[in-house]
């Protein structure tokens, strides 16, 4: 039977409930702590009744789970908008310059995904399927540098989990606060420097006109 | 007049007992937050009286300023411990490692230096001060790898910054469980891509040997 515009509309209002819960409770992560993690602040933060919350998560666990897994399929679409080029060192750097534009877009989310885990948290094997998902964006533009000649030596992988530490270090100490001023142009000196340090950068004198 | 033995000891206690007080306060801020750092909880995990932690703090304010002081003065040991080299660039490599380890070893105050503020905390200017020497270390080390001509480019306080945060980065990765596996690995792989695209590295027939 075909879905009523009537149960159309009621799925899309039980979306936007949803977004609003996972923001309210990443806004409240990152504020106070996992303490702060009542279902029943949850709820009143966003102006609805703890049943409504309850109907969407089993639990608090299950909540969390629904947080982690959110947070990194908006950071997989933000990476996947990024156009590919020609160059893939162009596009290399420009998936760094979006993983920064998101993280401190997403200041709340980003931490959930990559700094100290909520104790006691194990993340599903899909949840960690999902986040994987992102990781895999960035060692293949790196495998498409390899293929072009340009990586300098080391695997892929471990190439992509040096640059993405380098990336992760500018963003979250800017994030912190402790990058006293500059904040962009430490995040493009450190991202040539990598660049420079993995991979073999063709000389101008190499480029194509015009 | 002189110090008697009895006040010396007593001193010497008083030491103890403050470094215990902060090494329980850093623990309870690194697992639950800082909700977590009530004097009374503090004390009662040194199984020491309130008014022996008010007799050394004045209050809590003043507890966070002392811890993060602390933090700071045993980084900076750390680092002072590192024996210089002929070679500014080796050295520079030592005190990344160094700084790695004292990271690892010590991670709750790694992570008051280093991580998310707490929450209404303002360092006072005093405290500033030596968090800033810290960084100088480094600074310094870049300004020796500068006068020997070493410098691909920048300032040595921009590119102190840049090497600090991919060096950050790493570290905080790893302490949050972040990096599966080879976290040596990565980290060394990072220094030397670091290394590769700040500094130019003279090539191994320069070298005088042995």
């Keep these: 039977m075909a879905t009523s515009a009537y149960e159309l509309a009621q799925r899309q209002g039980d ?6 819960l996972l923001d309210a409770a990443s806004r409240l992560l990152a ?8 279902l029943r602040r949850i709820a009143a933060e966003v102006g609805c009744s703890t ?22 399929d908006r950071f997989r679409r933000r990476l996947e908008s990024v ?28 931490r959930l995904m990559f700094g100290e885990p909520i104790p006691g948290f194990q993340p599903s ?5 999902r986040a994987a998902a992102t990781f895999t964006i960035l060692e293949d533009a790196i495998k498409d540098c390899a293929d072009a000649g ?4 080391g695997s892929p992988r471990h190439v992509a989990a040096s640059l993405w530490a380098a990336i992760h270090g ?16 430490v995040f493009e000196a450190t991202l040539l420097a990598m660049g420079k340090g993995l991979f073999t950068i063709p000389s101008t004198g190499e480029k194509r006109g015009p």
């Design 15 to 20: 979306d936007a409930i949803r977004t609003s």
């Design 31 to 38: 504020a106070e702590g996992p303490g702060a993690l009542a």
């Design 51 to 72: 049943t409504v919350l309850y109907r969407m998560f089993e639990g608090k666990a299950a909540l969390i789970e629904a947080l982690y897994v959110e947070a990194f």
């Design 83 to 110: 156009r590919k080029q020609s160059d893939p060192l162009a596009y290399l750097a420009d998936l760094g310059r979006a993983y920064r534009e998101h993280a401190l877009a997403e200041r709340n989310y980003y």
């Design 125 to 129: 094997d899909e949840a960690l399927v």
């Design 150 to 153: 340009l990586l300098s030596g």
């Design 170 to 185: 500018v963003v979250s100490l800017e994030m912190a606060g402790h990058l006293p001023r500059d904040n962009g142009e």
